[in-house]
């Protein structure tokens, strides 16, 4: 039999660990007290099909830091003939964790081997070694409640949004240096950042009031990360109708959406997730609008392709029906193109690789995994892969290595549990 695990590479940094148990054929007899385990202990388990049945699955907590192992010996279950199993392979991977709370934001780093999370609930910083994967170093932020982060790949400057709002400048290259800091305007929350390092502007989308009132955009000239101008534009959003958009994203329940910046065509998409029918809009440097877009309810994440040739954001309803979980597709140029669903799933993330040939999404459920979905972006999007997206309850978040070679991933509960950093590679 075949002790496996969904977590790609052998380093990590959450607890428990999902790991499956591939028998060849049919056994009966296997139990979770059958299960070796040095520097862990098991949690849950169960078998997928029923018993007898040839795969099961266990949720391993970990001691402690430092080499877990799982095994299981010969002779503990045997198949319709009464012949009894062989043993397992021993199956190594290392656990270094930091405990983190709801992660609002996973960026890559300016190197192939770096990453970043930003952790609301702990006001953290939290660097990600790509090449072993775990949380590194932990840095507490000048403000505590980070709800959005950039990082500018010319000279490493990392921008991070705090709710209350500020604005903190963090140097890469030396992130203990105390930051440079931009109170914005009183009586507003930070929403989300968008960054057009080809204009060095940088966009925050912030909203009103603490129940989802409007929202307004500002932008900065980030030309001198040490010495941001106060002088800022400071412009409200509104629709086709003049009426003033929302988001309506309870204060409690923080996660940075609702923003994407076309650099070359300088031009803002906004998403209001609104409760009936969200709405997506366009905005030129100024401020100004430029068009509306309709969709289903609920809207998640969008993003743009490098090319800026296609945007794809997500809705979900939110409920038990999939007539609203749909994937929304738009070529800049001529607008809407396509819709889809995923297999009836809630879809969730949306992030286009750097060099815009794939598209990765995720979906959500409450109750268990979720799924990350790979496809081809030259294809039709055609599927190339998934995987199990762990514990994908209330949201997710991705982003890609430099290189192309890993996507960073978080999955988040409201409540503060289950939250999950993790690694896969790319095919």
């Known amino acids: 039999m075949t002790i496996s695990s969904e977590t790609v590479k052998s ?233 003033s958009i929302y988001l309506l994203v309870n204060s409690d329940q923080y996660h940075s959406l609702g923003m994407a910046v076309a650099s070359s065509a300088d031009e803002i998409y906004i998403m209001d997730i609104g409760t009936s029918w969200a709405e997506l809009y366009k905005y030129d440097s100024a401020g100004d609008f430029l068009q509306q877009y309709e969709n289903g309810a609920y809207g998640q994440m969008l993003d743009i392709n490098k090319t800026e040739t296609a945007l794809v954001h997500t809705t979900n309803t939110g409920n038990n029906s999939d007539t609203s979980y749909d994937v929304f597709e738009y070529n800049l140029s001529v607008n809407y193109v396509d819709q889809w669903h995923l297999d009836g799933k809630r879809p969730y993330a949306a992030l286009f690789s750097h060099d815009s040939k794939r598209l990765y999404l995720t979906d959500q459920d409450s109750f268990t995994d979720g799924t990350l979905y790979i496809f081809d972006a030259t294809s039709s999007n055609s599927l190339i892969t998934t995987h199990t997206f762990p514990r994908s309850y209330d949201y997710s978040r991705l982003a890609e290595s430099i290189d192309g070679t890993t996507v960073i991933g978080a999955s988040c509960k409201y409540d503060g549990t289950y939250n999950r950093i993790f690694y896969f590679d790319v095919p």
């Open 11 to 243: 380093y990590h940094n959450y607890s428990p660990l999902h790991v499956t148990f591939a028998f060849s054929e049919d056994v009966g007899g296997f139990t979770a007290d059958d299960i070796e385990i040095t520097n862990g202990t098991y949690s849950s388990f169960q078998s997928e099909a029923g018993s007898p049945s040839n795969l099961y699955s266990a949720d391993i907590v970990p001691s402690g830091n430092g080499t877990v192992e799982i095994s299981v010996p010969s002779g503990v279950a045997q198949n319709a003939d009464g012949e009894l199993n062989q043993a397992s392979n021993i199956f190594t991977t290392n656990y270094q964790g930091f405990n983190h709370g709801r992660i609002t934001e996973v960026i890559p780093g300016t190197t192939d081997d770096k990453g970043y999370a930003i952790d609301y609930s702990n006001g953290d910083l939290l660097v990600l070694d790509l090449t072993k994967p775990g949380i590194v170093e932990k840095i507490s932020l000048k403000h505590n409640n980070p709800v959005s982060a950039v990082i500018d790949q010319h000279d490493g400057s990392l921008y991070i949004l705090d709710k209350a709002p500020y604005l903190d400048v963090y140097d890469t290259t030396d992130l203990t240096a105390a930051p440079t800091t931009l109170a914005l305007s009183d009586g507003y929350f930070g929403q989300d950042l968008g960054l057009n390092s080809s204009s060095n502007k940088l966009y925050i989308l912030k909203r009103e009031g603490t129940s989802g009132d409007d929202c307004y955009l500002d932008s900065i000239d980030i030309t001198d990360p040490s010495n941001l101008s106060t002088n800022y534009s400071d412009t409200a959003l509104v629709d086709k109708t003049g009426s």
